[in-house]
């Protein structure tokens, strides 16, 4: 009999039941997973039951838990703020200073040396074995036992310093040492101090202990400009490192905790003092007994008499970073060069010399302890640089390298975009409260003028009318465009702030800004080298030469509208204390940031331009310091002593009548007033007249014009001449 065939109704029939099947089977499934996974889990928690601290105990291992937890966190968050350190160990950070420069003033005297060849430095195992247990007995006894941070180390030194109320011994490594000079800075602040733990780290991942100890005294900074020991022997002892004696060693290791302060050409007994301590720490670290030492410590080393030598460092090291920028450029190739510089050396004293008077007698009041300066003539020479208060304990130049906050030092440009834009100094706006998506600006006094010129605005430094110009007239853009356009170099924000000085610049930048104003409108074409010689005598670069002319960056129309504003706040503006003595016409911008954490003034006349920054490198606030306090007064010192004697040039678009006669300056002016009291009276008086200057420099026009002496031109000047020609010497690998 055969089988009916299936109907139609019979498919999905068939098909409902094989659905109902797999949604059963997956039901189960899942359901006997969850049932064995929760039987799974009471098994665990049966076991670990075993373990449940109870009572007091309890605490305890909940506070671990909590701190492995926040731990973990805190190591992800260390590591993500040390990711920018690590990117400085992509670039070639070994061969940063393969160059060996010597470095002469604007008149040609050798001012210093820069750079060393690596490859040519004495290898570790040649130095002397008593230098190098100096060195280890005072800095880090416990250099071959840790990897880079030493745990056992940082306690036992906050337990001593917790004993003496003070900090009197330190708890960082050899390896954190050398990872702060290789990539970071002397900043005091908790993101330099994680880079410089994570860069110790590795550092010693990727060099062995040997290398690490070569390249520690190879770059450490010794004081009197020298870095490395080898360059310290020569320049202290006259002598080759592998000849320095236990006693020179001592004093050499004693030099690395402070080379200011220890430095035996400026201090001999502090320098010895220090060095009979590092005799100490070789007995009591056990690397040599007391018998090894006596003979040091009864006969203490005797140094090369130097106390006239001091070079200009924060300048120097700012130009050789602008030697090896030149060189990057492809503007030379040599890598031993001679660098005549832009530095004036009197200049430069007067303002070190300024700067660092003003700190000593104003340093407590107002809660403030460093400063920067920069001081450009007009064409563009960089005359002078102080990077901070002391060179030997910070290497770091903040007068070219520390971003602040310029405050309302920055409305240079936006008044200068508003002169280009048709503005005029007796343009009239509203001095009155004013919102800008939801912020809203207040003047120093928080009280309003009304209706004000523009003029009035700036010397009084409002602070509504440089935002209601940037809000309503011009915008934000070309307010950066026209910073840029003047030199400011550091990237800036465009946020509407900005009017106001909120985004960081250079003490550098600044004056190479203000520096468009006596120049004319034109760029200020700053620079700090002149030229770049062989050792045969070849020019390999030449500013005049190889680059540019400049470019006009503001019209004459604007320029002049400029001047007139700014040479009106020394005199009726906030900046008075910065009035140059002789009527010698000047001009400026007084700037504070917020919470008085910078005080800034940016000044000058027809001849220089000078910016001078005052604040703590940790940004605390100072005491009400503003930009018309001690900054004016230290412009007005340097720059009175800086007009002694020159011929003074007009500032463009002023009409004020120049000084008559030969000017000159404070010391004259004021010889029947008494003795001088405080920064004025640091800095002697020039002894040139004006036209002795004018002849000098019309002498060595000439020379620079005159053609170089081949051999038997040579040989007929030595028959007729009596004086001598001095040489500079190639400076030696070994003695940067």
């Known amino acids: 009999?055969?089988?009916?065939?299936?109907?139609?109704?019979?498919?999905?029939?068939?098909?409902?039941h094989l659905l109902l099947r797999i949604d059963s089977w997956i039901d189960s499934t899942v359901w006997n997973l969850g049932f064995r996974l929760g039987e799974i889990w009471e098994e665990i928690t049966i076991f670990f039951r075993r373990f449940r601290v109870r009572g007091w105990k309890r605490?305890?291992?909940?506070?671990?838990?909590?701190?492995?937890?926040?731990?973990?966190?805190?190591f992800v968050l260390l590591l993500a703020l040390a990711q920018p350190a690590f990117e400085e160990t992509h670039e070639d950070w070994r061969n940063r200073g393969d160059f060996a420069v010597t470095f002469l003033d604007r008149y040609g005297s050798v001012?210093?040396?820069?750079?060393?060849?690596?490859?040519?430095?004495?290898?570790?195992?040649?130095?002397?074995?008593?230098?190098?247990?100096?060195?280890?007995?005072?800095?880090?006894?416990?250099?071959?036992?840790?990897?880079?941070?030493?745990?056992?180390?940082?306690?036992?030194?906050?337990?001593?310093?917790?004993?003496?109320?003070?900090?009197?011994?330190?708890?960082?490594?050899l390896t954190q040492q050398l990872a702060k000079n290789l990539f970071l800075t002397n900043e005091r602040s908790i993101e330099r101090k994680i880079k410089e733990a994570f860069l110790s780290l590795w550092l010693e991942a990727n060099l062995s202990k040997k290398e690490i100890l070569s390249l520690y005294l190879d770059r450490a900074y010794m004081g009197g400009g020298t870095f490395g020991a080898a360059a310290a022997a020569q320049f202290y002892f006259g002598k080759n490192i592998t000849e320095v004696n236990l006693a020179e060693s001592a004093m050499l290791a004693g030099?690395?905790?402070?080379?200011?302060?220890?430095?035996?050409?400026?201090?001999?007994?502090?320098?010895?003092?220090?060095?009979?301590?590092?005799?100490?720490?070789?007995?009591?670290?056990?690397?040599?007994?007391?018998?090894?030492?006596?003979?040091?410590?009864?006969?203490?080393?005797?140094?090369?008499?130097?106390?006239?030598?001091?070079?200009?460092?924060?300048?120097?090291?700012?130009?050789?970073?602008?030697?090896?920028?030149?060189?990057?450029?492809?503007?030379?190739?040599?890598?031993?060069?001679?660098?005549?510089?832009?530095?004036?050396?009197?200049?430069?004293?007067?303002?070190?010399?300024?700067?660092?008077?003003?700190?000593?007698?104003?340093?407590?009041?107002?809660?403030v302890k460093q400063g920067a300066l920069v001081m450009i003539e007009n064409g563009g020479a960089v005359r002078a640089m102080v990077g901070g208060r002391d060179y030997g304990e910070s290497q770091f130049n903040r007068a070219a390298k520390a971003l602040r906050q310029p405050g309302s030092s920055f409305k240079?440009?936006?008044?200068?975009?508003?002169?280009?834009?048709?503005?005029?100094?007796?343009?009239?706006?509203?001095?009155?409260?004013?919102?800008?998506?939801g912020w809203s600006p207040q003047n120093y006094g928080r009280s309003y003028k009304g209706k004000v010129t523009l003029l009035s605005a700036m010397a009084q430094s409002l602070n509504t009318v440089p935002v209601r110009l940037a809000k309503e007239y011009l915008g934000t853009d070309v307010i950066v465009n026209t910073a840029k356009a003047f030199g400011i170099e550091t990237p800036l924000r465009k946020d509407k702030t900005i009017p106001l000085g909120t985004s960081e610049v250079t003490v550098l930048d600044q004056a190479t800004g203000y520096a468009v104003m006596p120049a004319g409108g034109m760029q200020s074409r700053r620079h700090g080298i002149e030229q770049v010689l062989g050792y045969?005598?070849?020019?390999?670069?030449?500013?005049?030469?190889?680059?540019?002319?400049?470019?006009?960056v503001l019209s004459e129309q604007a320029t002049s509208s400029m001047n007139r504003i700014l040479t009106q706040i020394?005199?009726?503006?906030?900046?008075?204390?910065?009035?140059?003595?002789?009527?010698?016409?000047?001009?400026?911008?007084?700037?504070?940031?917020?919470?008085?954490?910078?005080?800034?003034?940016?000044?000058?006349?027809?001849?220089?331009?000078?910016?001078?920054?005052?604040?703590?490198?940790?940004?605390?606030?100072?005491?009400?310091?503003?930009?018309?306090?001690?900054?004016?007064?230290?412009?007005?010192?340097?720059?009175?002593?800086?007009?002694?004697?020159?011929?003074?040039?007009?500032?463009?678009g002023i009409d004020n009548p120049l000084p008559t006669g030969n000017h000159k300056g404070n010391a004259v002016a004021k010889k029947n007033e008494g003795p001088e009291t405080g920064l004025q009276a640091l800095i002697r008086p020039r002894s040139l007249s004006a036209e002795s200057t004018r002849l000098l420099r019309q002498i060595a026009g000439k020379l620079k014009e005159a053609g170089r002496l081949g051999p038997a031109t040579a040989k007929v000047a030595d028959k007729t001449t009596t004086g001598s020609v001095a040489e500079v010497t190639p400076v030696s690998s070994k003695n940067p």
């Open 1 to 16: 009999m055969q089988d009916e065939p299936k109907s139609s109704d019979d498919r999905p029939r068939n098909k409902r």
């Open 59 to 74: 605490i305890g291992f909940e506070l671990a838990g909590e701190a492995m937890t926040l731990g973990t966190a805190g």
């Open 111 to 173: 001012i210093g040396h820069r750079g060393i060849i690596h490859e040519d430095s004495v290898p570790i195992d040649e130095l002397p074995d008593h230098l190098i247990k100096a060195v280890l007995a005072t800095e880090d006894r416990r250099f071959f036992d840790h990897f880079g941070i030493d745990f056992f180390g940082l306690a036992r030194a906050m337990s001593e310093n917790a004993k003496a109320g003070g900090v009197v011994q330190g708890g960082s490594t």
């Open 255 to 367: 030099l690395f905790k402070a080379p200011a302060k220890y430095a035996p050409h400026v201090n001999l007994p502090a320098a010895r003092a220090r060095a009979n301590e590092v005799l100490s720490n070789l007995v009591q670290s056990g690397l040599m007994t007391e018998g090894q030492v006596i003979a040091a410590r009864r006969n203490p080393a005797t140094v090369v008499d130097r106390a006239d030598a001091k070079a200009p460092d924060y300048f120097l090291d700012w130009a050789f970073d602008e030697v090896q920028r030149l060189a990057q450029a492809g503007k030379f190739h040599e890598h031993s060069v001679v660098v005549r510089t832009t530095v004036d050396t009197g200049l430069q004293q007067a303002a070190e010399s300024a700067m660092e008077s003003s700190l000593r007698e104003y340093g407590d009041s107002f809660k």
């Open 412 to 437: 240079l440009y936006t008044y200068s975009a508003a002169m280009e834009n048709g503005f005029k100094p007796e343009s009239t706006i509203s001095d009155a409260p004013i919102t800008w998506n």
């Open 536 to 552: 045969g005598g070849d020019v390999l670069y030449d500013f005049n030469r190889d680059e540019p002319p400049a470019k006009r």
């Open 570 to 652: 020394p005199v009726i503006g906030t900046a008075r204390k910065a009035a140059l003595d002789g009527g010698i016409v000047t001009g400026g911008k007084t700037g504070t940031s917020q919470s008085y954490r910078d005080a800034w003034f940016i000044g000058f006349t027809g001849n220089y331009t000078t910016a001078v920054w005052f604040g703590n490198d940790d940004f605390t606030s100072m005491n009400n310091m503003t930009g018309g306090s001690l900054p004016a007064a230290t412009f007005k010192t340097v720059m009175d002593y800086a007009h002694q004697g020159i011929e003074l040039r007009a500032i463009p």
